[in-house]
Structures are given as structure tokens and as C-alpha cells.
């Protein structure tokens, strides 16, 4: 262990002492940006990029664990990043399978996935699936996995979910104009039952959304991050908590 990570050990050891645990955020929402900026900046490769992200994702859970977060939502694959080279894409996916293979391999963690499953290939999907059923039950952090996710598309399912549904049931447009409101909606979301995240976070600078959990971050705070994400690192972790802890969240009032 070198001086600088002595003197940051030391210091986010003093940031988690000071942190009110009553004051920890329930759901965290984390967009894990800067994979391929990362990978260039040390000379290395996309895939390289995305397998050192990959592998920062069990040691956040570990802080979300320590710090009692209930549920955790990683933002792994757009919609949008489907459209990337197939060159690209192909070896990711492999990476993201692996990742959740892991997850649902640890034993603390409850794998749920957001996003929409047609839009994957076939191998993925059955990971996802698998994934989910295998940690149905667990007591641990529930964690959202998000691929293939885009927050416009969750609410165009959401609204065909919604119609389909009173479809079957009779229910003529004239009565559902009468009778649909923000909770039908959100009924029929990829996190239904979940709480809203109280706490989003963007690594590698950007401060953006970029369509994360539009609906659900309507009251959300965010903190926006400078470095990339597999150089998270606990105290940022921390800070980001810190700074939650010192706003006053109003919900619009």
C-alpha cells in the first residue's frame, strides 16, 4: 500500500464514522459510466474497460451492504449502447453475463432485472432469467440490474402493459381515461413494489440522465462523480452519501 492509498483509507474510515446511518438512502441508482474513457486513458482496450468496471460492481454492493442500502439499481446497457458495433456489443454482453452470473452467485444479492428482455439476444435473456429466479427469496440488497433499459421505453411498456391489461378485463378507453392515474402507471413499471431511489449517481463527470429511471427520479437527488467508474472508489462512495445526508429532500413542497 502506497501513501496516497494509506491517506484515503484513513480518510473515508473517518467520512463512514461520521455518517448518520438513519440518513443512508434506501434505494441507490448508479449509472456505471466511463468504462471505455478509463481504458483509453491507461492504454488499454474497451473490453478491458468494461471487465475493470465489471469488477467494481461487488465491491459498491459491499459498501451499499455495510452502509444499509436496501435496493441498488446498475444501469449496465442502454437501449441505445444495442446499437454500438457488433465487435463491441458482442464481447460486453459476455462481460454483463458474467457480471450477473456473479451476482447471483455470491449469495447476499436478490437479482431482479429492468429493462426490455426482446431486445436482447437469447443467451442474455436466459442469464437475466436465471438470475432472478435463482435468488428469489434471499434477505440481502435487491439489486436491479439494468440491460437493455432505456427510461422512455419503460414507459411506453408501462402505458402497453397498463392497456393490455384492462383490455382483458372489459374495460372500455372511455372508463380508463376516467380512472388512470400516476399509481396505475406506476404499477406497471420494471421496479412495481420497489421504492423510488432516493440517491442517483453518475460516474466520469457527465451530468446527465441520459432517460435513467425518468419516471422514478422525479423527487430523486443525484450526485455527479469526476471519476470513471472503475476507479470508484469507497470514500467517493461515501462522499456521495455525505452529501446526501446534508440536503434537505422536499419532494416539491
Sequence with gaps: MNLRDLVYGLYARRVEARLDHDQVPKHIGVILDGNRRWARASGGTAEQGHKAGASKIQEMLGWCAETDVEVVTLWMLSTENLDRPEVE????????????????????WRVHHVGTLDL??????????????DTIGRDGILVNVAVGYGGRQE??????????????????????????????????LYTRGQPDPDLVIRTSGEQRLSGFMLWQS???????????????RKVDFLRALRDYAARHRRYGG
Design 89 to 108: 456489443l458482442t464481447p460486453l454482453l459476455g462481460i454483463i453475463e458474467n457480471a450477473v452470473r456473479d451476482l447471483a452467485a455470491d449469495g447476499r
Design 155 to 188: 414507459i411506453a411498456d408501462a402505458v402497453r402493459s397498463l392497456l393490455l391489461e384492462h383490455s382483458d378485463k372489459g374495460t372500455s378507453f372511455e372508463e380508463l381515461a376516467e380512472i388512470v392515474d400516476v399509481e396505475h402507471i406506476s404499477e406497471h
Design 120 to 133: 436482447l439476444p437469447g443467451r442474455t435473456q436466459s442469464v437475466l432469467k436465471e438470475a432472478e429466479q
Design 218 to 232: 422525479a423527487h430523486s437527488e443525484y450526485y455527479f462523480c469526476e471519476v470513471f467508474w472503475p476507479a470508484f
